[in-house]
């Protein structure tokens, strides 16, 4: 049976690591939503260049 000293070492670790893991995944989150802050921008322009690209080619698609 483990001492109180023993359980504490061993909650005590868990604790670092799953404190660690956590840190860890907040780090990788926040260079995420970096990288889809800056890809909004450009799906933005891309959107709004099909509309325009789509508006010019149906009438010539429905000639055709």
Known sequence: MP???EKLNETQQRF???LAAAQQLEQQIAKLQEQLRGLQQPLIEDQGAIK???????????TA
């Not at 325009?52 to 429905?62: A, G, R, Y």
């Open 3 to 5: 001492t109180p000293e």
């Open 16 to 18: 670092d690591q799953n």
């Open 52 to 62: 325009v690209l789509k508006d010019i080619l149906e009438p010539v698609e429905q």
